[in-house]
């Protein structure tokens, strides 16, 4: 089993950035996805961004340019790097891990951005 903590949600202004953190509890060597996805309410979880094992990272096409995702594999740490907030990125941010084909959900860190 694999347990994910989400920490660094808050409330920003538009234009402000924040950065999230996700703590794995195994090595993030061993897993072969890792990511973030967001949901609001009445709509369905979306992908913001992965990252693989192998450092290689996805976005969605709306945070292209804003966000970006880093991994330290010493900490066993995932990272979500958020610039120039819009409104529309409020949500709650979900990490999340593929493990031995299964895949795992951290319990979501509220992100607020005032317009």
């Known amino acids: 089993q694999v347990q994910l903590v989400e920490s660094g949600g808050g409330l920003v202004q538009a234009g402000g950035s924040l950065r999230l953190s996700c703590a794995a509890s195994v090595s993030i060597f061993s897993i072969n996805d890792m990511g973030w996805y967001r949901q609001v309410p009445g709509k369905q979880r979306e992908l913001v961004a992965t990252i693989t094992s192998s450092g290689s990272t996805n976005y969605a096409a709306f945070v292209k340019g804003r966000f970006t995702i880093s991994g330290d594999n010493a900490k066993n740490m995932v990272y979500l790097q958020m610039n120039s907030l819009k409104p529309e990125d409020t949500a709650v941010y979900y990490c999340?891990?593929?493990?031995?084909?299964?895949?795992?959900w951290g319990q979501g860190t509220q992100v607020t951005v005032s317009s």
């Open positions: 999340t891990a593929v493990y031995r084909f299964y895949r795992y």
